[in-house]
């Protein structure tokens, strides 16, 4: 009996341990994944598929699971965000879903559940220019809770509540905040504070500059 306790204790303690350790992969894109994309890929995308990766990342959902995230971003974006993950991953920052915005059919439906995804070979609305999530560069985060805001209009429109910043709840992005940090830190710019010249809080937007790449697209 004793021995069987001893046993439930360490499974339990290995258990526990195992499902709350981070883990991150990515991979260039399988013919699988890309047929997934039915919704996100265009033939025309300003980059090509291998430059593309499929990156898996563990997060806390905000019933304080573990859950592992699915992404597809540029090569270049990698690093920074298994980092940054891996930092909001301890803190426990909760994040509501992170699936393939074709799960959904379209991106306004994904910011209204409140998936967080980052490719999506789309333009820049009312131009022709790309947007970064065209290049795999930009990653929206939770976006129910941080909308998009451009004088009186805002998205998702479900989201409404949260345009009252002083909320500041768990998995909210404010200048104050740690994921704010975060992202800064590793030279990326957040919707929040670099679209103000145009009128724009992109709150769930962050993104990043790559020389030869996207620098003329902000
Ligand atoms: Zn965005």
Known sequence: MRFYLACALYC?????????????????????????????WQSDSPVPVKELRYLTVSYYDFQGQVKQG????????????????????????????MK???????????????????????HVTRTGRWSNHAYGLAIDINPLLNPYIRGE?????????YLDRTLNGSGMITKDSYIYTLFKEHGWLWGGECFLDRGIEDLHHFQKVVPGLNENNN
């Open 12 to 40: 339990t303690i290995l258990c526990a341990q195992t499902t709350t350790e981070f883990f991150a992969q990515s991979y260039p894109l399988s013919e699988e994944i890309l047929s997934r994309m039915v919704v996100t």
């Open 70 to 97: 699915e992404l597809v971003v540029h090569a270049l974006a990698v690093d920074d965000l298994i980092s940054i993950f891996k930092k909001l991953f301890e803190v426990r920052f909760p994040i509501h879903s």
């Open 153 to 161: 209009y805002f998205c998702p429109q479900e989201g409404e509540r």
């Open 100 to 122: 393939f915005v074709d799960e959904f059919g379209s991106d306004d439906a994904s910011m209204s559940a409140n998936n967080t995804s980052a490719f999506y070979a789309r």
